[in-house]
């Protein structure tokens, strides 16, 4: 039992700015801006007394872009008391020839710290708006 409260105790105070990261409808009919589109800052804060080690370990390469980032798992410079790490995410691809255009498209970024872990859900719907095209 004093194994748990121990446990429980040294866990590390961690906090994010978001519970998920809705991208709502991105259309793909633009060019893609630099970095991605929509981006939404992902913000991890040390609330604890004692440094922090970040990973990210799980991470749709195939869907979302990290700005700075291009293969994973990646480990995060740990992230002393008091201090914050922001990630900038963003919409970068859809995949077409899997019939993903039109349908909400769902997942999530896993990110371990110290000996827990958390999910960061995300979303959006993938569309061509195509209402300028003329036919010619």
């Known amino acids: 039992m004093f194994g748990l409260i121990y446990i429980a105790c040294s866990a590390p105070e961690i906090s994010f700015s978001v519970e998920t990261l809705d991208f709502g409808t ?8 630099n ?8 913000k991890i804060t040390n609330e604890g007394t004692k440094d922090v080690d970040i990973s990210i370990t799980d991470f ?16 995060l410079d740990p992230i002393s008391s ?3 790490y922001s990630l900038m995410v963003s919409v970068c691809d859809y995949i077409e020839e899997d019939g993903e255009r039109d349908d909400l498209l769902e997942g999530a970024i896993q990110i371990e710290y110290g000996k827990l872990s ?12 195509l209402s300028d095209d003329t036919g010619s």
Not at 26 to 33: A, G, K, N, Q
Not at 118 to 129: A, G, K, V, Y
């Open 26 to 33: 991105i259309v793909f009919s633009t060019d893609m801006p």
């Open 35 to 42: 970095g991605g589109y929509n981006p939404l800052e992902l």
């Open 60 to 75: 749709d390469t195939a869907h979302l872009c990290l700005a700075g980032f291009e293969s994973f798992p990646i480990e």
């Open 82 to 84: 008091d201090s914050s």
């Open 118 to 129: 958390r999910s960061i859900p995300w979303s959006f719907t993938p569309t061509l708006d």
